[in-house]
């Protein structure tokens, strides 16, 4: 008998020996709890301010009065009224003195009975047929040249007077032309106009032709 409980003790002992061994020699799996953060980002946009734009500046002008008269040798005074003046932007003979319009002036005199040419000519020459009677396509082009080139046009009363307004400042060029009895005289000169009032005098002083 005790040698039979021996037996079962011992074996008791090796089976719970094994249990404890086995149970130190599993490993140990440990879980592991990831834990995600959630990062809110703010996203700012920004206002991308423009520039406030200049205002720009008021353009300048300017008011020409104008006043036309012939002294004649008498000492009479005689306004030159009911007469078209060109405000130019150039000179009236770069305008006037090319050779297209050279061309219909010399199509139109050998057209009405004027067989003779010009290979070059004056402006007083083109000023005397620019009323149409002998020349009246040149005169309808050149009259159609000095309107494209103009910054303005104005007619003069009987009194002779008239008024160029809201010019815009700078150099320009004053153009006319008169006839009287059987003499044609015309104006060309230059004009710088400045802010406010200008005054012009067309006269013997200044007239061609």
Request: aromatic share 10%; hydrophobic share 35%; net charge positive.
């Amino acid at each position: 008998m005790k040698t039979l409980n021996v037996g079962i003790l011992c074996a008791l002992l090796v089976l719970t020996a094994s249990s404890v061994f086995t149970q130190k020699a599993r490993p140990r799996t440990r879980t592991k709890t990831t834990s995600t953060a959630t990062k809110k980002t703010a996203t700012t946009t920004k206002k991308t301010e423009l520039p406030t734009p200049a205002k720009p500046e008021p353009v300048k002008t300017g008011k020409i009065d104008l006043e036309a008269g012939l002294i004649f040798n008498s000492g009479d005074i005689k306004p030159v009224g009911r007469t078209t003046f060109y405000l130019l932007k150039d000179d009236a003979e770069k305008i006037i003195l090319t050779q297209p319009l050279l061309d219909l002036y010399n199509q139109d005199r050998a057209k009405y009975g004027r067989s003779e040419s010009l290979s070059t000519w004056s402006m007083f020459g083109a000023v005397l047929y620019m009323n149409g009677q002998i020349t009246p396509n040149f005169a309808s082009a050149a009259k159609t040249a000095l309107e494209s080139a103009t910054a303005g046009s104005t007619t003069t009363g009987f009194d002779g007077k008239a008024t160029f307004d809201n010019v815009p400042v700078g150099d320009y060029y004053i153009f006319g032309y008169y006839k009287v009895g059987k003499n044609t005289t015309y104006w060309n000169i230059p004009i710088t106009v400045k802010p406010g009032d200008n005054k012009v005098i067309l006269d013997n002083e200044n007239m061609k032709g």
